[in-house]
């Protein structure tokens, strides 16, 4: 049951109420307890036709037909079978009923006759726009640390239909570091990626984006012991201007690291063992 159903109903039996009076002069108690003879009847009978699945798809003006009748019924049983002896209400029971039976009637037209409310604005689709880096996959030496940068890939999130773009170009990748030196530890710092034009120079960022930088250290991968091999993954801004066509010749990923020699030490420490049981 809708709510607009509901209060068709609640307004079909006040307006039953209200009308009873000025149909039915005598034998009524009164404008409060007319409507609330309405108010049972109208409710009544729609929630049992509702109940018992008649009339399911019915409209709305067939439910406050039904409404109708149904705070008729009892107004009506009430004159039979209970009438009261007054002689009529007095003058301000009068107004009421004129008042609120105008206020009731003017409800209903504005309901029917009313802007239609608007369906809800239906959210957007965001659709990720991908663009393919070739090579996908690139070697990276620098001196003792090599490694390789795979599954490069950059994209977009935009809004589906109107291409508005929701999230800038990110660039992301996987990036693996090995330290080949056979007795030299390595302390990885920080790293940046460069992105340069056909003209050899940088495409800088659109104002307020971040500076594409590594941080190896939030990675926990910053130590690398001969011959130990960190992967970490690869998640930063891509400049728009990149993206036009023949604009972006190659990038250029930049690292700081510190060796130190590698040291391995031998520790004895004394221990006795105590006779099996």
Do not use: C, H
Request: net charge positive.
């Amino acid at each position: 049951m809708s709510f607009t159903m509901f209060v068709t109903w609640v307004l079909v039996g006040v307006l039953a109420g209200v009308l009873a009076g000025l149909a039915m002069k005598r034998g009524g108690y009164g404008l409060k307890k007319d409507i609330i003879l309405g108010l049972v009847g109208a409710i009544g009978l729609s929630w049992i036709f509702r109940a018992v699945g008649l009339f399911p798809q019915a409209g709305i003006v067939a439910m406050a037909f039904v409404a109708a009748v149904g705070a008729v019924i009892p107004i009506a049983a009430q004159r039979k079978f209970w009438p009261t002896e007054s002689a009529g209400e007095e003058k301000a029971d009068k107004w009421w009923r004129w008042g609120l039976g105008a206020a009731v009637v003017a409800v209903v037209v504005w309901m029917t006759l009313g802007p239609v409310p608007q369906p809800a604005a239906t959210a957007a689709v965001i659709e990720e726009r991908t663009y393919a880096v070739t090579p996908a996959s690139v070697k990276v030496q620098a001196g003792i640390v090599t490694g390789e940068v795979t599954a490069m890939k950059v994209a977009e999130r935009i809004e589906k239909g109107s291409d508005r773009i929701v999230t800038p170009a990110k660039l992301t990748a996987t990036l693996t570091l090995k330290n080949t030196s056979a007795n030299q530890t390595v302390r990885l710092l920080d790293g940046k990626l460069l992105y340069i034009d056909a003209q050899g120079q940088p495409i800088k960022l659109e104002d307020g984006r971040t500076e594409p930088t590594l941080k190896f250290a939030s990675y926990g991968s910053e130590r690398l012991d001969p011959g130990q091999e960190a992967t970490q993954t690869v998640d930063v801004e891509f400049p728009v201007e990149a993206l036009k066509a023949k604009r972006l010749k190659e990038i250029r990923l930049a690292f700081a690291y510190i060796p130190s020699p590698y040291r391995a030490e031998t520790v004895n420490f004394a221990v006795s063992l105590g006779a099996g049981k």
